[in-house]
């Protein structure tokens, strides 16, 4: 893969990444919120935007807050990369998909019994997560797949660095937590290696979003699955696309899990 860039691209995403600091991503006892839960509203998208607070975390037993805070931290996780994009654990990978499984968003951040999140979701709805990852832990779920940050065809090839490079650090965070953790693959097919970086050789649970009309794609990143694990028939899943994608992973008996649709309900007046 190329990994190479002009200086117009640099200049295009200056704005953006200039200035990064791992200290910008962590956060201390003093910089978790004291926000108590809003009042519930009838209306599923007014209650998505506004549940964007966190508990109080003094609210946690002692043993769960020590952990976490000491988990967090200006740290520099091992790379097996150019780039220093931090390498997952390869211990404690998912088994199997736990349920229920449901995107990061959909209900409300205070809900309890989601076993497995994803982040197939508009990057607004889990930017706050990498300011404040213990959000997340404090929703009690066992598994994630890894945030599906925004990286077009047309994306410059720093930023999509700079974009692993923060999903990568989160994750390697939460599996230090204890937090089991599905590789995202879908990414334009120009930054598919440069996703690749920081999954360790054998690493061996993958998810990818279908879509309807495009199985070439879910094809490669089956392929990009079993080049890493290095496993004829490696562990993914895919989640979402119609039936074309649904009798694709029948065929090959991948696990096949129905977009998730939140139905918003009108206000009564």
């Known amino acids: 893969v190329n990994l190479t860039w002009d200086q117009t691209e640099l200049q295009a995403v200056q704005a953006d990444v200039e200035g990064f600091d791992i200290a910008d991503f962590v956060v201390s006892a003093e910089d978790v919120p004291m926000i108590e839960p809003k009042e519930s509203v009838s209306n599923h998208t007014q209650n998505e935007d506004n549940n964007v607070g966190s508990p109080n975390i003094d609210e946690m037993d002692e043993e769960t807050k020590e952990f976490y805070l000491k988990m967090i931290g200006d740290y520099i996780y091992p790379s097996n990369n150019e780039f220093d994009i931090p390498t997952l654990l390869d211990t404690n990978q998912p088994v199997h ?35 404040n990852p213990i959000l ?36 390697r965070y939460l599996q230090e937590c204890g937090i089991q953790v599905w590789v995202d693959l879908n990414v334009s097919p120009h930054f598919e290696e440069i996703n690749a970086l ?25 392929e990009m699955a079993k080049r890493i694990s290095g496993l004829e028939k490696p562990k993914m899943f895919v989640y979402g696309g119609g039936k074309d994608v649904e009798e694709w992973c029948r065929e090959r008996d991948i696990v096949y899990i129905k977009e998730y649709m939140n139905k918003a309900r009108k206000t009564e007046e």
């Open 97 to 131: 998909l736990e349920m229920p499984f449901a995107p990061w968003g959909a209900e409300s951040r205070y809900k309890k019994g989601i076993s497995t999140y994803h982040f197939y979701v508009d990057d607004y709805r889990f930017e706050q997560l990498y300011k």
């Open 136 to 171: 997340l832990l404090q929703s009690g779920c066992k598994a994630v797949v890894e945030p599906n940050n925004s990286i077009h065809d047309q994306t410059p090839m720093a930023y999509a660095i700079y974009q692993t490079f923060r999903k990568r650090y989160l994750t």
């Open 198 to 222: 920081g999954v360790p050789e054998g690493y061996n649970a993958f998810c990818t979003r279908g879509v309807t009309g495009w199985i070439p794609t879910t094809e490669r990143h089956w």
